[in-house]
C-alpha cells in the first residue's frame, strides 16, 4: 500500500516537474511600445556614429599631401 502511494507521489512530481519546465521555459517577447523604444535608440546610436566618423580625419592627412614641398620652390 505504501509502496504504491510513494509510485503515485513520484509520477505525479514528475508530471508537475515536466508541466514547470514547459510553461516557464517562455522567453519574455518585448511589447511594441518596447521595441519603438529599442529603435529610437538604436537610430540614435547609429546617427551618432555617422556624425563621428563623418568629422574624423585619419592621422597624418590634415595638411593634404606633403609631396612636393621639399625643394620645390624653383628661382626662375
Known amino acids: ?3 504504491i502511494l510513494f509510485i503515485g507521489l513520484l509520477i505525479a512530481l514528475a508530471a508537475y516537474f515536466m508541466l514547470v519546465k514547459t510553461w ?8 511594441k511600445q518596447e ?3 529599442i529603435i529610437r ?3 540614435a546610436l547609429s546617427e551618432r ?3 563621428i566618423s563623418a568629422n574624423w580625419t585619419p592621422p ?3 595638411h593634404g599631401s606633403r609631396r612636393g614641398f621639399v625643394g620645390s620652390s624653383k628661382k626662375s
Open 41 to 43: 535608440q538604436l537610430l
Open 1 to 3: 500500500m505504501i509502496g
Open 49 to 51: 556614429e555617422n556624425s
Open 24 to 31: 516557464g521555459a517562455e522567453p519574455k517577447t518585448a511589447r
Open 35 to 37: 521595441k519603438s523604444e
Open 60 to 62: 597624418g592627412n590634415l
